[in-house]
């Protein structure tokens, strides 16, 4: 810790939104291979208040705990033998998972090369809003799955973070894409190229959705959507099974019809994040950020993200 001291949201135990308290701390410094950065803005994802709560990567950490993976922000300092970054570059990433990043702080430290540079065309709060739910998606479709032109992929979730992109991934890789979400979506999917939606509020998916070859389930075992994915699976294809990996069920299931099924956590992976910016700037990938909080009002915006309906992605801006 250097004499610096910075804001930093942090929590001694695990239990609801209450625990997120704001203090002054410390703040890191790069060792070698590492970078500083002066985080702009910090994604929030479910694993944030799984984590918080005690599951998600709760057994993983020690407390106290600052939590957020997502960053980003401008590198400040660069430890010893780094060479592709230097003080000023714009960088977004999601250091460590499922390690602390501690995001949710003006500053973090991490290793350089689990960085990448910020999509030039969009703003930090949106920069943030993408490592972990893109590189989720892009482990998921093209690294697991490889989705090849005029496959049918089904994302359930469509509308919330890792399935917005998800869609626009699948669609960007030449899939014909199906998503589930709400009615009142339906239009917004469209625009961000899903070719079918389901509002599995009104139809059981597997009624409407005819075959597919890759289903991303963003769901898992809640009214059994892991399981019944696979009556929509064609023989020889697969199930991502992304919240709570490959339950015996569903192992099951697709044994009997001959699907297979993998699980997935997600990893830093700067290559695919280059990957993601490029797509970005290309105006092949928009990331929607439904609302942006000032750090101090994390527990306002975990309570918002439990509530399991965010259109897109919540974010902390931390220069406010
Ligand atoms: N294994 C990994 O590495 C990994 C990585 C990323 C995420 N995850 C997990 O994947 C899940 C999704 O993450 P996320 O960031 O996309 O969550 P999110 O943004 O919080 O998802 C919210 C969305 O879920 C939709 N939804 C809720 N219930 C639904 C249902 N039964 N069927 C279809 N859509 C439904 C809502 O749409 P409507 O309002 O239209 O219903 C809302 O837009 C979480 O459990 C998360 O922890 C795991």
């Given amino acids: 810790m250097s004499e610096h001291t910075m804001r930093a949201i942090t929590i001694s135990g695990f239990g609801g939104p209450e625990v997120l308290t704001a203090q002054r701390i410390g703040r890191p410094e790069p060792l070698p291979t590492e970078v500083l950065v002066r985080v702009h803005a910090a994604g929030i994802n479910p694993v944030d208040w799984k984590t918080r709560a005690g599951q998600g990567m709760a057994g993983l950490q020690t407390l106290p705990l600052i939590l957020g993976w997502d960053v980003s922000g401008v590198v400040e300092e660069v430890g010893f033998g780094v060479t592709t970054l230097a003080p000023g570059d714009e960088v977004y990433g999601m250091p460590w998972f499922p390690r602390a990043a501690g995001a949710y702080a003006e500053f973090v430290t991490a290793p350089s090369r689990q960085f990448a540079r910020k999509p030039a065309s969009i703003g930090h709060t949106e920069a943030a809003a993408l490592p972990l739910a893109a590189l989720t998606a892009w482990q998921a479709l093209v690294d697991t799955a490889d989705v090849q032109p005029g496959q049918r992929v089904l994302v359930h979730a469509g509308a919330g973070g890792v399935g917005h992109l998800a869609v626009q991934i699948a669609k960007h890789l030449g899939a014909q894409v199906i998503a589930t979400a709400q009615e009142p979506r339906h239009a917004w999917l469209k625009e ?5 939606a389901i509002d599995y509020t009104q139809r059981r998916f597997e009624e409407v959705a005819g075959e597919v070859d890759v289903v991303l389930d963003l769901i898992g075992g809640h009214d059994a959507t892991n399981v019944r994915s696979v009556a929509v699976t064609r ?21 009997k019809a001959g699907v297979r099924t993998s699980p997935l956590l997600v990893e830093p992976d700067s290559a695919a994040l280059t990957a993601i910016a490029g797509l970005v700037d290309s105006g092949a990938l928009h990331v929607e950020v439904e609302r942006a909080f000032a750090l101090e009002d994390v527990a306002e915006a975990h309570r918002l993200g439990e509530k399991g309906r965010t259109r897109g992605k919540l974010v902390l801006d931390v220069t406010r």
Wanted: hydrophobic residues 50%; charged residues 20%.
């Fill in 192 to 196: 961000l190229g899903a070719d079918e």
């Fill in 235 to 255: 023989r020889g294809g697969l199930v991502v099974s992304i919240p709570s990996g490959v339950s015996d069920e569903l192992a099951a299931a697709a044994a």
